[in-house]
């Protein structure tokens, strides 16, 4: 991946739990030789990786649940997204960004009515282009966090001006944000949290291939340490061509293609890809067959890469028993974010972005109610960072916390995680510019959707590692 990736707002390319019962001493197994693995690294040869994940899968699980992350890549304007409505606070965010703001009046028909009031008379509203969201906040399937972002423990603005507790490296970088949101380390890491959860859950899966799945491309978020990230497009799996067709007209060359994939050699390198290639091809022909009797009938929008990445979603869900899956972590993605100029207001870019994903999100919650998993399927949104509630010449600039989405019929519906931050020039909150330093901390945030998925409070700790900071650590927003 590369830095213009980021910049540009693009994506990068290309313990028991509830329900599954492992049996004792093939876990225990399991986890010693994870671990010795693990120690590997580098060197340890992919067929042991594979075996230890073929032993991993060979618990059974009772119930099915799925995690969708939606990253939206280049850091996500909080203040034009959930934006202050109460006439002194929005008095303050239309003074701060007059060029860009959006009109009191254009924001009547979204206003949002929590179960539970904000103190200090405070009130918000969607963005008018997040209005398909609205109908699922109301009826209790939509959450909204006001102010979470990468942190390595709570921290102050006093604590960040005096640099007196450790923070998270590079703040306002695209690469090393993003990827401390996706893994709790900068760009670079080897794993993610999502990838994390997969390690421990893929023994309740019959086929572990299937427990951490992208459709788009790469993410750091779903690498695990014994589970690989499964990669698909928005149209299906990625086929090879010229093996199960002639390549250049040739059954012989296709012939030769399978034996360079896939016969078994004497040398361990060669053979190791030679079983990798041969767990891709039979996924791959594994989820062909069941995508053809997917049968998801909602109506997506078209034009929409998001969207279509989210179909793909609803029809693998659509087929989780057939493939076996009993956990699954999904990531899906869309980029454009990184506003610094033509933001605009009610109709600008970022406007447009995001009705592109209310759109999304509301075909895709539909999806889940038309499958009958609405309950077992849980989507969050995240991005790099917030932006500056000052504004420049006519966007915004790379900022800290932001403003996420938590749906599903398993979330505590109709209200706002964590405190409002103050909008001031200067105010409590504000490291600089509008900056936002978190109250609410992406472990916070992360450890409270894995709980909800499975993974023990004692796990949750490897999962997500600065969590052991944070004397809050279940935010309570999951059923």
Known sequence: MTDSSFRSGRPPSSAHFPGVQPDNASRR??????????????????????????????????????L????????????????AYDQATYNTYNSLRSNI??????????????????????????????????PIFNTGALSIALNVGTLVQPTTK????????????????????????????????????????????????GNATFTCVSVAGNAVYLSGSQVSQYQVASSGPVSVAGIKSAMFGSAACSTALNGLMMNTRTQLLENSYAAVSRRALTA????????????????????????DQLKLVAKMISVSSTLGAKRQVFFVSMGGFDNHDGLGGAGGTHALLLAGVANAM????????????????????????????????????????GVQFVMGDAVKGKSFIGAAPTLANDGPDDVGQGRLVPTTGVDQFGATLANWFGVSPSD???????????STRNLGFMG
């Open 158 to 205: 006093a604590q960040y001006n005096a640099r007196s507790v450790p923070l998270p490296p590079k703040l306002f970088s695209h690469n090393d944000q993003s990827s401390y949101w996706q893994a709790s380390a900068p760009e670079g890491a080897s794993s993610g949290w999502g990838g994390r959860m997969g390690d421990l859950l893929a023994g309740g899966n």
């Open 284 to 307: 791959n022909d594994q989820l062909s067959s069941a995508l053809a009797g997917a049968n998801v009938a909602t109506t997506f929008p078209t034009g929409n890469s998001l969207a």
């Open 362 to 401: 509301s075909a895709f919650y539909q999806a889940t109610k038309d499958l009958g998993v609405s309950q077992q399927v849980t989507t969050f949104t995240a991005s790099d960072f917030g932006r500056t509630l000052n504004s420049n010449s006519s966007g915004s600039d790379h900022g800290w916390g």
């Open 101 to 134: 703001a959006i009109g009191r009046d254009l924001l009547a028909p979204t206003v949002l009515t929590p179960a539970t009031a904000l103190p200090g008379s405070r009130q918000y509203a969607l963005a008018p282009t997040l209005a398909p969201l609205l």
């Open 68 to 83: 969708v992350c939606i990253f939206l890549y280049g850091g996500n304007d909080y203040a034009n997204t959930l934006v």
């Open 29 to 66: 197994e399991f986890l010693r030789r994870t671990g010795a693995l693990s120690l590997a690294a580098s060197a340890t040869p992919w067929a042991l990786s594979l075996a230890a994940m073929g032993e991993a899968a060979a618990a059974t699980a009772s119930d099915y649940k799925a």
């Open 460 to 470: 949750q700790i490897s999962v997500l590692p600065n969590l052991k900071n944070y």
